[in-house]
């Protein structure tokens, strides 16, 4: 019985896993913030090229 005790307080485990969702969302964001910089990236050089070939 004591062992069982030790095994449900044990929080090892859960530690390791909030650790790993931390790092999953943080990995979440940074694709969502790569993603919409880059699509405005490319809307800027859009722009940039249209009016280089408009100034000629």
């Known amino acids: ?3 069982l005790k030790k095994f ?3 929080e090892d485990g859960a530690t390791a896993i909030e ?3 931390i790092a ?3 990995g ?3 694709i969502t913030a790569v993603g919409v910089v880059g699509d405005e990236l490319t ?3 859009t722009e ?3 009016e280089l070939k408009n100034a000629n």
Do not use: K
């Open 48 to 50: 940039v090229s249209t």
């Open 1 to 3: 019985m004591s062992s």
């Open 24 to 26: 999953a969302l943080i």
């Open 8 to 10: 449900f307080a044990n």
């Open 28 to 30: 979440v964001a940074i």
């Open 19 to 21: 650790y790993g969702l």
């Open 43 to 45: 809307n800027t050089f």
